[in-house]
């Protein structure tokens, strides 16, 4: 017991002389960027806070089918569920690093049979339950527990950021089939109506009234709508077979509304298909502080800090003694070399403070190691903050563009289609020669699918928004 008593005063000796630092709980210290967003005209916060960011991601995607295919992939997506599991493992670690405080606890039964000469034999027998505990006076255990905490945090981080990405790229390629669905809506009718120029054509040749050259070239023309229906369709068939990816299942049909149906909305725009629903005045972005507690990045990020804080707080740790407490409880018949039948109660108890003196470095550089991984990480956290600030500035961008472009692609599929009209009329008077209708129905096809394309940028450019600014997590 005296000696049991001597390690605790040496051990709160040193506590005294070392203080509580080894014991400080992790404070982020880091600065993030204040204009994380950027200064660009069309970026501007909400005054009140608010972020689409905030809404769920069943409230901010209103098509029901769309919402069922989201709800299949989280059920069962590989990478989600890879994730799920890595959430588990961390969290058994934790559990076993809060269990470090415990003593632990052995039952080692022996049982010996010796002989000598042409004596009996002797045999002995010890039914011991043997007992360990290390005492964290120097904060090694609380550390190490903390650290375990932090690895299970950015494991939890790590399936939302896996989540949201999930859920962005099943939206996204949702949003793909309705406007492929369209195009080839806009090519089959096409198709219908240059057929139908192309037997004016012949008929005009048939009767005199045109050359063989302008046959050809409505031929062509007709033709090269045909192969685009081709590739549209197989277009739609790897998009399809990439959403079943998602969804770890066999190819199959992707069941869908029609573009225009059910469309991505937000509060403020429902309704307002081609204009309001890319406008950045309605898309609340909210502050950059908003982002930096919804983004699963940039939290992960944050607990990677505080991971290698408690690695070097351990490291510093490991400098101080380690004090062990041993004990045993037990039957024997074999007590200082003397077996006795019964046996007796045997009880042992022992105390030992281990302290390192020359370990070859092995401690200096782990401590340098540690500190050196906490300074890095502290500067990927700001870097992971910029990154993040850019995906949002980027993503209003590309609200703003494709809302500028549809008032004037809308434009110009209303006078290229009075156009074509207009040309096809003077033809069929013969005011107006085969190339003139040709040009007209080609840019009126280009115009249409380009007005078609652009609805799509700007959807995928409002889910990468909602993504950036940490929407879809939950």
């Given at each position: 017991?005296?000696?049991?008593?001597?390690?605790?005063?040496?051990?709160?000796?040193?506590?005294?002389?070392?203080?509580?630092?080894?014991?400080?709980?992790?404070?982020?210290?880091?600065?993030?960027?204040?204009?994380?967003?950027?200064?660009?005209?069309?970026?501007?916060?909400?005054?009140?806070?608010?972020?689409?960011?905030?809404?769920?991601?069943?409230?901010?995607?209103?098509d029901?089918?769309?919402?069922?295919?989201?709800?299949?992939?989280?059920?069962?997506?590989?990478?989600?569920?890879?994730?799920?599991?890595?959430v588990?493992?961390?969290?058994?670690?934790?559990?076993?690093?809060?269990?470090?405080?415990?003593p632990?606890?052995?039952?080692?039964?022996?049982?010996?049979?010796?002989?000598?000469?042409?004596?009996?034999?002797?045999?002995?027998?010890?039914?011991?339950?043997?007992?360990?505990?290390?005492?964290?006076?120097?904060?090694?255990?609380?550390?190490?527990?903390?650290?375990?905490?932090?690895?299970f945090?950015?494991?939890?981080?790590?399936?939302?950021a896996?989540?949201?990405n999930?859920?962005?790229?099943?939206?996204?390629?949702?949003?793909?089939?309705?406007?492929?669905?369209?195009?080839?809506?806009?090519?089959?009718?096409?198709?219908?109506?240059?057929?139908?120029?192309?037997e004016?054509?012949?008929?005009?040749?048939?009767?005199?009234?045109?050359?063989?050259?302008?046959?050809?070239?409505?031929?062509?023309?007709?033709?090269n709508?045909?192969?685009q229906?081709?590739?549209?369709?197989?277009?739609?068939?790897?998009?399809?077979?990439?959403?079943?990816?998602?969804?770890?299942?066999?190819?199959q049909?992707?069941?869908?509304?029609?573009?225009?149906?059910?469309?991505?909305?937000h509060?403020?725009?429902?309704?307002?298909?081609?204009?309001?629903?890319?406008?950045?005045?309605?898309?609340?972005?909210?502050?950059?502080?908003?982002?930096?507690?919804?983004?699963?990045?940039?939290?992960?990020a944050?607990?990677?800090?505080?991971?290698?804080?408690?690695?070097?707080?351990?490291?510093?740790?490991?400098?101080?003694?380690n004090i062990?407490?041993?004990?045993?409880?037990?039957?024997?018949?074999?007590?200082?070399?003397?077996?006795?039948?019964?046996?007796?109660?045997?009880?042992?108890?022992?105390?030992?403070?281990?302290q390192?003196?020359?370990?070859?470095?092995?401690l200096?550089?782990?401590?340098?190691?540690?500190?050196?991984?906490?300074?890095?990480?502290?500067?990927?956290?700001?870097?992971?903050?910029?990154?993040?600030?850019?995906?949002?500035?980027e993503?209003?961008?590309?609200?703003?563009?494709?809302r500028?472009?549809?008032?004037?692609?809308?434009?110009?599929?209303?006078?290229?289609?009075?156009?074509?009209?207009?040309?096809?009329?003077?033809?069929?008077?013969?005011?107006?020669?085969?190339?003139?209708?040709?040009?007209?129905?080609?840019?009126?096809?280009?115009?249409?699918?380009?007005?078609?394309?652009n609805?799509?940028?700007?959807?995928?450019?409002?889910?990468?928004?909602?993504?950036?600014?940490?929407?879809?997590?939950?």
């Open positions: 017991m005296k000696i049991l008593r001597n390690i605790f005063v040496a051990a709160a000796v040193s506590i005294t002389l070392t203080g509580c630092g080894l014991y400080n709980k992790y404070e982020q210290k880091t600065e993030a960027p204040a204009n994380a967003f950027g200064t660009s005209q069309d970026v501007t916060a909400a005054s009140d806070g608010t972020s689409i960011a905030q809404l769920s991601w069943r409230e901010f995607f209103t029901p089918m769309l919402q069922q295919l989201i709800e299949q992939v989280l059920a069962n997506n590989t990478d989600l569920n890879s994730a799920r599991i890595a588990e493992k961390s969290e058994a670690s934790l559990k076993t690093a809060r269990l470090a405080y415990l632990s606890l052995y039952f080692t039964p022996q049982g010996t049979l010796t002989k000598f000469d042409d004596n009996p034999w002797s045999k002995t027998y010890n039914l011991p339950l043997q007992l360990s505990m290390d005492i964290d006076v120097f904060g090694s255990i609380t550390n190490k527990k903390r650290a375990a905490k932090a690895v945090l950015q494991a939890q981080m790590r399936e939302e896996v989540r949201a999930l859920i962005a790229t099943t939206a996204q390629q949702y949003y793909l089939l309705q406007v492929l669905d369209r195009q080839l809506e806009i090519l089959i009718q096409t198709d219908s109506l240059w057929n139908a120029s192309l004016t054509q012949k008929s005009l040749w048939e009767n005199g009234k045109s050359y063989s050259t302008a046959v050809n070239q409505m031929e062509s023309s007709y033709l709508v045909k192969t229906i081709v590739d549209t369709r197989r277009h739609i068939r790897a998009v399809e077979n990439a959403i079943c990816r998602l969804l770890a299942v066999t190819p049909h992707i069941e869908r509304q029609k573009w225009g149906m059910a469309p991505l909305q509060p403020e725009a429902q309704g307002e298909v081609g204009n309001r629903v890319f406008d950045t005045q309605y898309l609340k972005i909210g502050i950059p502080a908003t982002m930096l507690e919804q983004r699963p990045d940039i939290r992960m944050n607990h990677a800090i505080e991971e290698a804080f408690y690695n070097t707080q351990a490291a510093r740790a490991a400098f101080f003694p062990t407490l041993d004990g045993m409880a037990g039957w024997t018949n074999s007590a200082g070399g003397v077996v006795t039948d019964p046996g007796k109660l045997l009880l042992n108890f022992v105390g030992s403070l281990t390192p003196i020359f370990a070859r470095g092995r200096i550089a782990n401590k340098k190691i540690a500190q050196l991984t906490e300074e890095d990480l502290q500067k990927k956290y700001v870097q992971t903050v910029v990154d993040a600030g850019n995906q949002v500035n993503a209003i961008a590309d609200c703003q563009a494709a500028d472009k549809h008032a004037y692609y809308h434009r110009q599929v209303q006078v290229l289609h009075e156009a074509y009209n207009g040309t096809h009329e003077l033809m069929d008077n013969g005011k107006a020669s085969y190339l003139e209708v040709l040009t007209a129905q080609e840019s009126l096809l280009s115009a249409q699918l380009s007005e078609a394309m609805m799509y940028a700007g959807a995928e450019a409002v889910i990468a928004l909602y993504i950036a600014l940490g929407g879809g997590s939950k």
